[in-house]
């Protein structure tokens, strides 16, 4: 083959353009100024500027009447949705419930002029929820001081706000990548049987409980308490949880019959009310929610409180919130507009989130995200643009205006089943066979976040199954796979010869795949391994005179790669193997000719392909076998 | 071609198997047991057992008298470095400087028995003896009562043995392959530097000093107390440190006069102390060392505090100072071991450092480890095997038992200076240089060390250096680089478009090289590149049909990597581009077949070469060319 055929060793990038590069890669993967430059006219690149800014203005011009119609009725959905889980969330965060309801007021306004998803829903997340009772609750109980706890929690939201939208202002969508499938999966399902166990509050009518969020906490505080569990609010619990049970079940018989289980909780609650009204319930150990004041949320700009006795609680509740929520809210958002193939920007999602609890924290709301229960209603009400997040803001205002003091009367005991009946939804066990089946590793990582929220606490159970993650992600990087290729006949193909048994070696020659990335994690181990391979050929009766390093994978090379390539040349050379390196990448070109590793092993050591550097082998092995005495002394390396 | 060449669909291990070769590839890469399954008969088995878990009887049985007189030259050059050197690092871990010598006496002989390493010179090390005061300071001020005070620096060095030892044994030699070459450059040069500024203390005579450790503070001292300034010790310091420059400067020049620098600590000191003495420096301001006890070490293994007022201080530095010496330690030993071909394993060392520290802190010594610059004296000395350490520790006692009193005449100034001698050659600017135009993030790594353990503190400093190294391993994960294949001439390669201009794309067909991992971290970030790809070849006028992922360097794959190439494809076949998939490893294979995704795709997806990919592209772009209304939405996804 001619020159053109050569490795490329002159090819090497400014440092500039590299850094731009590389900068680019990191934070704008999906390219979000493309749209700006391919406009000519100042006019148009403003609109689309605005159009990029606010995605309302991009779906408002083309509205039409037969759009509105399909999401009035999934706003319509939403709303009946909205109220049973914006009263029973709030119980969780242990505020108001009227602030549940506030919630799902201004939050979904604003959400329906910055948001890029047309199938997201907002309104509160249980297992946010109850993080910020898990947090606050420790430098504030809430029954000693209900008006401070609330600033707080309304101080949370406002903490949130602004890291949200910091986060996307400044494109850090890449920490929430860092959330695995696994790790979200792991911790819902540990969040939905805690808060299943704990709605056993509610369900037996206890009026004393542990303010602790796990299992073992609620099964003790069950047997302690024993003496005070009603008979009345289990059978009446029981009867809504089989009725709210059911029409999950009609949907998965029928799915045209969406709105089934959708309708169950507010018919649930309203049902429920009217029968506690009608036969006293108080008197039977039936409690209900309380007086609801009539109104919109009033302003609560001037109750945030940044008392260092308090705040450093609540930066915590915030933070770890801010980062949960956008983890569900996106990865949720996503999944539907997959489904569907509308538009769906992660970075604008979390400016749009941080924008919604910013200013959800200045009108009486808390931590607001998109809910997988209301988006999937909404999804499946037939919803076509954020519209729905409208008619389900105008639809709360006027229950918050007329209608709120009514479910005053609604009994806790079915808050309690609600919230039960949509965590039973969230367990799938499925979901973890296929994990174990596929990747026990994920399994692991998974099963680590769902037992340390259900018996440890949220937090832990979190940060260890994000830990795992993390470590998996550095395991990698300190043993990246290496593999032997050998030759498949006739092909000119080179393959691991573990998977392909019908591979053949080349005899006296060595042939290395190396695995991605050469660190510093790693440099040492792929010595150890290299040698291990020429002590197996060796034990097997082939006298290696050659390594051939195929570098095709390696995309990145760091310094102590560099000097463990070297160590591996010195080492090999003492023993008379030669080293050739196939086809190394254009990032680690330049950092080997940078270093002097190019002119130290000198241009011929380097071929584009493995066939050249096996042909290259083979000539200078036939020179070689006349005086045919090389030896490979392993026990000193 | 044939079916022989088709992608291996079926090749699967067995979890059993996978997992127990993943531990392996993990824990035992140096491949340990393989030569005890060499042996067949159980005495030559049990003389392999033993040879490989104490070394010297490897060694010792071929060991010759000539072998020994190159040991004895080295072992002693290597004492004349280790009294100076254990009196001075003593003092900088605020300890009685007896202790530094007791320390070159009995972990010599527990390391000539246990370490692998040909070179190493064991003794105290300067960084570490810092960090050890550093830390035990913050809980008891050894001017306060040095007893106890010395009582904990013994716990330390218990601590660190356990550590350590257990390290060797779980074979954790992993932990130490985080820091990388650039953590350890800077993290010296900072220590070099702090530890030059704080020798100030002793060079101008100053008698109060500030016990922080890092630069401004050092300059702040001195200013407040520059009424304490003596020129005295500044003259004798001056000319000492010139003489100690100057030996190095001749065996710059003259190769084969290495003793000369390695002389030139003690010579300092017998000089000065002579001077000192002749002159009564005590009353011109010049401060010596002062009464040292004759007598070897004693027992302290009753001395041991576990206190826990103290214990989580005196923990801390023994884990901090443990890995630290262990990862200089090891790759001191490593690096000589390379030049000479000689044996080190770093698991082996981990054990004989533990060892070492562990008999040490029973016997009256403090943390021990392979110091730089004694090792290159002992190697540069012609040290053969372990027993220059054994040399070492004769003479040692020797000293210890007739000697030790003349020592207690050096002046602090001459201790100082040698200090600050041996720290100005570790002060390497080219260094900088090379990392700086090799590798931007490696340089910023370096640095970081530097001025974090030179301006802050040195937990600090190592703290932020080896997290950025991490963040760098995870940045990797997050952002593999990928990059489009073109086709080079004829020769059926296909290779990066961008290093390699000269290639030429295939109309109509997208082939994207993954990076390897496909991990949660990224999968996101892999469908916008490559949608970002498909957009710019529409830019330029190709509308393409195919999209080809060559995934023969992705060495591994989790879930949420699974779920992202299903995304991928979900979007892509909704505007009628056909995925091909290339030369997947086993490691994908196995668990696209697990996750159903091969049933999914279907067989006939898979392809054994690019060249195999492209061709069947051509064949159905032909028949589809007769209806070519094909166009790609991009704005939707």
């Given at each position: 083959?001619?020159?053109?055929?050569?490795?490329?060793?002159?090819?090497?990038?400014?440092?500039?353009?590299?850094?731009t590069?590389?900068?680019?890669?990191?934070?704008?993967?999906?390219?979000?100024?493309?749209?700006f430059?391919?406009?000519?006219?100042?006019?148009?690149?403003?609109?689309?500027?605005?159009?990029?800014?606010?995605?309302?203005?991009?779906?408002?011009?083309?509205?039409?009447?037969s759009?509105?119609f399909?999401?009035?009725?999934?706003?319509?959905?939403?709303?009946?949705?909205?109220?049973?889980?914006?009263?029973?969330?709030?119980?969780?965060?242990?505020?108001?419930?009227?602030?549940?309801l506030?919630?799902?007021?201004?939050?979904?306004?604003?959400?329906?002029?910055?948001?890029?998803?047309?199938?997201?829903?907002?309104?509160?997340i249980?297992?946010?929820?109850?993080?910020?009772?898990?947090n606050?609750s420790?430098?504030?109980?809430?029954?000693?001081?209900?008006?401070?706890y609330?600033?707080?929690?309304?101080?949370?939201?406002?903490?949130?706000?602004v890291?949200?939208?910091?986060?996307?202002?400044?494109?850090?969508?890449?920490?929430?990548?860092?959330?695995?499938?696994?790790?979200?999966?792991?911790?819902?399902t540990?969040?939905?049987?805690?808060?299943?166990?704990?709605?056993l509050k509610?369900?037996?009518?206890?009026?004393?409980?542990t303010?602790?969020?796990?299992?073992q906490?609620?099964?003790?505080?069950i047997?302690?308490?024993?003496?005070?569990?009603?008979?009345?609010?289990?059978?009446?619990?029981?009867?809504?949880?089989?009725?709210?049970?059911?029409?999950k079940?009609v949907?998965?018989?029928?799915?045209?019959?969406?709105?089934?289980?959708?309708?169950?909780?507010?018919?649930?609650?309203?049902?429920?009310?009217?029968f506690t009204?009608?036969?006293?319930?108080?008197?039977?150990?039936?409690?209900?929610?309380?007086?609801?004041?009539?109104?919109?949320?009033?302003?609560?700009?001037?109750?945030?409180?940044?008392?260092?006795?308090?705040?450093?609680?609540?930066?915590?509740?915030?933070?770890?919130?801010?980062?949960?929520?956008?983890?569900e809210?996106?990865?949720?958002?996503?999944?539907?507009?997959?489904?569907?193939?509308?538009?769906?920007?992660?970075?604008?999602?979390?400016?749009?989130f941080g924008?919604?609890?910013?200013?959800?924290?200045f009108?009486?709301?808390?931590?607001?995200?998109?809910?997988?229960?209301k988006?999937?209603?909404?999804?499946?009400?037939?919803?076509?643009?954020?519209?729905?997040?409208?008619?389900?803001?105008?639809?709360?205002a006027?229950?918050?205006?007329?209608?709120?003091?009514?479910?005053?009367y609604?009994?806790?005991?079915?808050?309690?089943?609600?919230?039960?009946?949509?965590?039973?939804?969230?367990l799938?066990?499925?979901?973890?066979i296929?994990?174990?089946?596929?990747?026990?590793?994920d399994?692991?990582i998974?099963?680590?976040?769902?037992?340390?929220?259900?018996?440890?606490?949220?937090?832990?159970?979190?940060?260890?199954?994000?830990?795992?993650?993390?470590?998996?992600?550095?395991?990698?990087?300190?043993?990246?796979?290496t593999?032997?290729?050998?030759?498949?006949?006739d092909?000119?193909?080179y393959?691991?010869?573990?998977?392909?048994?019908n591979?053949?070696?080349?005899?006296?020659?060595?042939?290395v795949?190396?695995?991605?990335?050469?660190?510093?994690?790693?440099?040492?181990?792929?010595?150890?391994r290299?040698?291990?391979?020429?002590?197996?050929?060796?034990?097997?009766?082939?006298?290696?005179?050659?390594?051939?390093?195929?570098?095709?994978?390696?995309?990145?090379?760091d310094?102590?790669?560099?000097?463990?390539?070297?160590?591996?040349?010195?080492?090999?050379?003492?023993?008379?193997?030669?080293?050739?390196?196939?086809?190394?990448?254009?990032?680690?070109?330049?950092?080997?000719?940078?270093?002097?590793?190019?002119?130290?092993?000198?241009?011929?050591?380097?071929?584009?392909?493995?066939?050249?550097?096996?042909?290259?082998t083979q000539?200078?092995?036939?020179?070689?076998?006349?005086s045919?005495?090389?030896?490979?002394?392993t026990?000193?390396?």
């Amino acid at each position: 083959m001619g020159d053109e055929h050569a490795v490329n060793l002159t090819k090497s990038r400014g440092f500039f353009k590299k850094f731009t590069a590389g900068l680019k890669e990191t934070f704008f993967p999906d390219d979000p100024f493309r749209q700006f430059q391919e406009q000519r006219s100042a006019g148009r690149k403003f609109l689309k500027y605005l159009q990029y800014f606010v995605p309302m203005c991009e779906w408002l011009p083309k509205y039409s009447l037969s759009l509105f119609f399909a999401d009035l009725l999934a706003g319509l959905t939403i709303t009946s949705v909205a109220i049973p889980q914006g009263i029973s969330y709030a119980k969780l965060a242990s505020i108001p419930p009227i602030i549940g309801l506030y919630t799902a007021f201004v939050p979904p306004i604003v959400y329906s002029i910055f948001g890029s998803s047309r199938h997201v829903a907002v309104g509160p997340i249980a297992s946010c929820s109850l993080i910020i009772y898990d947090n606050i609750s420790k430098v504030l109980n809430p029954d000693d001081d209900i008006v401070l706890y609330v600033r707080l929690v309304f101080t949370a939201a406002f903490v949130t706000g602004v890291f949200q939208t910091a986060l996307g202002l400044l494109r850090l969508g890449i920490l929430v990548d860092f959330f695995s499938h696994s790790t979200i999966t792991g911790f819902m399902t540990g969040t939905a049987i805690i808060l299943i166990f704990a709605q056993l509050k509610g369900l037996l009518g206890l009026k004393h409980f542990t303010t602790k969020n796990n299992v073992q906490s609620v099964i003790q505080a069950i047997i302690k308490y024993r003496s005070e569990i009603r008979w009345q609010p289990i059978v009446l619990g029981l009867v809504l949880l089989v009725f709210l049970q059911s029409t999950k079940f009609v949907r998965k018989k029928r799915p045209k019959l969406f709105w089934v289980p959708a309708l169950g909780p507010i018919v649930a609650i309203v049902v429920s009310a009217v029968f506690t009204a009608l036969i006293k319930g108080e008197d039977h150990g039936i409690v209900t929610v309380g007086h609801l004041d009539k109104g919109i949320n009033p302003l609560s700009i001037h109750l945030f409180n940044f008392d260092p006795r308090y705040f450093s609680a609540v930066a915590k509740a915030g933070l770890v919130t801010g980062i949960l929520s956008l983890a569900e809210g996106i990865a949720i958002g996503r999944s539907f507009a997959v489904i569907d193939n509308t538009p769906h920007d992660g970075n604008k999602e979390m400016i749009a989130f941080g924008l919604m609890n910013l200013l959800g924290s200045f009108t009486s709301c808390y931590l607001t995200s998109g809910p997988f229960s209301k988006t999937a209603v909404n999804y499946n009400a037939g919803c076509k643009t954020a519209m729905s997040n409208l008619v389900q803001a105008a639809l709360m205002a006027l229950t918050l205006l007329f209608l709120a003091p009514l479910f005053g009367y609604t009994p806790l005991v079915a808050l309690s089943v609600i919230i039960m009946s949509a965590m039973l939804s969230l367990l799938d066990y499925h979901e973890f066979i296929h994990l174990f089946k596929v990747d026990k590793f994920d399994f692991v990582i998974c099963i680590t976040g769902t037992i340390g929220v259900s018996f440890i606490s949220m937090d832990v159970g979190l940060f260890f199954s994000v830990i795992l993650a993390l470590l998996r992600a550095l395991l990698y990087v300190a043993r990246p796979a290496t593999c032997k290729l050998g030759r498949l006949s006739d092909s000119g193909l080179y393959r691991d010869v573990e998977q392909y048994p019908n591979s053949s070696k080349v005899h006296g020659v060595l042939i290395v795949q190396l695995g991605s990335p050469l660190y510093y994690a790693n440099s040492n181990y792929i010595k150890e391994r290299i040698l291990r391979y020429i002590r197996g050929e060796q034990a097997s009766g082939d006298i290696i005179e050659h390594l051939i390093l195929d570098l095709s994978g390696v995309t990145s090379i760091d310094m102590t790669g560099i000097k463990g390539l070297l160590e591996i040349r010195r080492v090999l050379e003492k023993n008379n193997i030669q080293v050739l390196i196939v086809n190394p990448r254009m990032e680690v070109v330049e950092k080997l000719v940078a270093s002097h590793f190019v002119g130290k092993v000198g241009k011929e050591s380097f071929y584009l392909s493995l066939d050249d550097a096996v042909m290259a082998t083979q000539y200078s092995l036939q020179k070689a076998r006349k005086s045919d005495e090389a030896s490979f002394d392993t026990t000193d390396t």
